[in-house]
């Protein structure tokens, strides 16, 4: 009787995304684990993707909010605001 291999593909890459120290993911790393993850049937393995998933979610999925939490002057559409005193334009004093 013969035996049949099989050569998967995915558990190498897991692998490889798991192995890799977080402080040196990126962006594409992420990308690579929400596109793997609903491929693999191991629990185990699963798990740690979660987990790495989470972190590097934490470090790169998120949108960024710079500034305090108090509401914003309304600006245009590309208008960016950087310090100054609210209500004064160019040219105005204090």
Do not use: C, N
């Not at 992420?30 to 798990?47: C, M, N, S, T, Y």
């Not at 960024?64 to 559409?77: E, T």
């Amino acid at each position: 009787m013969g035996s049949v291999g099989i050569r998967d593909e995915i558990l190498p890459v897991a692998r490889e995304l798991l192995r890799r120290p977080p402080a040196h993911g990126d962006p594409q790393q992420l990308r690579k684990v929400q596109e793997l993850l609903p491929r693999i049937g191991d629990p185990a393995v699963r798990d740690a993707l979660r987990r790495l998933q989470y972190g590097l979610e934490e470090r790169f999925g998120h949108d960024i909010g710079l500034g305090s939490a108090r509401p914003v002057v309304a600006g245009g559409a590309t208008d960016i605001a950087l310090g100054g005193e609210r209500g004064l334009g160019e040219g105005q004093e204090r």
